[in-house]
């Protein structure tokens, strides 16, 4: 047991504990996800005595002491560097963090609508309630009937030369007991929010002019140009203004930006291209050699068994954002195999792995003279096959 | 409108889509390749984790500072 989180979350869930540490153990196996659980557990959940999270005392700093801030920071570290362990695997990471920073930023929200006021100004020092009686006297209400100078239209029954608040404060009642301290200044309203959003409208309206006028302006573009001109808004919001409200804009927009630029770069044409099958027939190791295949969305062969790879190495990379790739190799080249998959499966040679950020990298021995075939797969979602022709 | 106390989320959220955003001009223009992106990305979140958590510190010491008055 570190910091008793498996326990605490045993206890949340009515399981045994033991169940629980098993699981993590588990998983910190495999990529160390089970520690960047652990961690973010620590940092997160809120303790059994103080009812707050570690995170919550390191950021507020109340009772500060320097160990729960270094501690915060350490797990924090861990966190950061797991975290890019799992990006360097696949863009599939990318996603992880986008849905890590929405659940920060939700928690951030939560704990406070708008930015940290600062602490309400204490009263200055012997400040009380008004003291009027000094200033005012101690006024009695006139028991008998007004006297006749009060003037006929005069129906109350006070002197109109005193205040109002001379008339309160002084009344013999005492007093108003409940004199709050002056509450805290209405923070101004900010249009900032609004502004960047109307600002970042336009751009992306300007943009669909630019357009149709005949220049090509991909997708992506219109995206990020939003997503710019929200991150100024928000950077402008961290010292004038308020514009927290742009955070979960900003998350949408990343959400979306990040996954469509990938597949305008992966160069299969937008999104609107369908599902392709296709069967690649490669006539010889040289039209390979060196090159780099990319695949969007499909069902795709390689088809490499009438090649001669004899006494030569070649080299080949395929990438593929979506589907099933097989590729077929002759049955006396050597294979250096490093496949990468997203999410799905990697199956070579006979022994398949599968799950998220699939990692395949080895050396499959070929007959003697029979060449080396050096093959870098990289796929975002779905299954790898590679197999001889025999297979 | 006023200056005020840097508020770290706007700050750090800001800074992170503009990131987004500068990585996206520098692939769209060629200058980054879609390989060096695993390791442009992660470096852009540190970069900006460190500034906020810098920043989250430094108030967190202030506040206190405030609250032994």
Known sequence: ?391 | MHLHDTDVTSLVFGLVFLGITLVWALVEVGVLTLSLLPVVVPAVLVVVGALGVAAAVRRARRDAAEETF
Do not use: K
């Open chain 1, 1 to 391: 047991m570190v910091a008793g989180v498996c326990s605490g979350v045993a206890s949340r869930l009515g399981v045994d504990p033991t169940l629980v540490r098993v699981v993590v153990v588990a998983l910190s196996f495999l990529g160390g996800a089970g520690i960047l659980l652990y961690a973010l557990g620590w940092l997160l959940l809120p303790e059994d005595t103080t009812g707050r999270s570690l995170a919550d005392r390191a950021l507020r700093g109340d009772g500060t002491n320097p160990q729960t801030v270094l501690l915060a920071l350490g797990l924090g570290l861990v966190v950061v560097l797991i975290t890019f362990g799992v990006l360097r695997e696949t863009w599939f990471g990318l996603t992880l963090l986008a849905i890590l920073l929405v659940g920060g930023a939700v928690l951030l929200t939560r704990r406070g609508a708008g930015p940290p006021a600062a602490p309400a100004a204490p009263p200055p020092p012997g400040w009380q309630p008004t003291p009027s009686a000094a200033t005012a006297g101690s006024y009695q209400p006139p028991a008998g009937p007004p006297p006749a100078s009060y003037g006929a239209a005069s129906t109350g029954t006070y002197p109109t030369g005193a205040s109002y608040g001379d008339y309160v404060a002084g009344y013999p009642y005492g007093p108003e007991p409940t004199m709050a301290p002056p509450p805290e200044p209405a923070q101004p309203r900010s249009y900032l929010g609004a502004l960047t959003f109307f600002a970042a409208l336009l751009a992306v309206g300007v943009l669909g002019l630019v357009d149709t006028l005949g220049a090509s302006v991909p997708l992506s573009a219109y995206l990020a140009t939003a997503l710019g001109v929200t991150g100024l808004g928000l950077v402008v919001g961290a010292w004038f203004g308020r514009s927290r409200g742009l955070v979960a804009l900003g998350v949408g927009l990343a959400l979306v930006l990040i996954p469509v630029a990938t597949l305008e770069r992966a160069d299969i044409g937008g999104l609107g291209d369908a599902f392709v099958e296709d069967t690649v027939e490669p006539t010889s190791a040289r039209a390979i050699d060196g090159r780099t295949f990319e695949h969007g969305v499909g069902d795709i062969t390689y088809d490499l068994s009438g090649i001669d790879f004899t006494d030569r190495s070649t080299e080949l990379t395929i990438q593929m954002g979506s589907g099933n790739l097989q590729v077929t190799v002759p049955d006396e080249v050597a294979v250096e195999l490093d496949a990468q998959v997203g999410m799905g499966q990697v199956d070579a040679f006979g022994s398949a792995s599968s799950g998220v950020g699939v990692s395949r990298t080895q050396d499959y021995p070929g007959e003697a003279d029979g060449g080396t075939l050096r093959l870098d797969i990289e796929m975002g979602f779905g299954n790898v096959e590679v197999d001889r022709a025999s297979a």
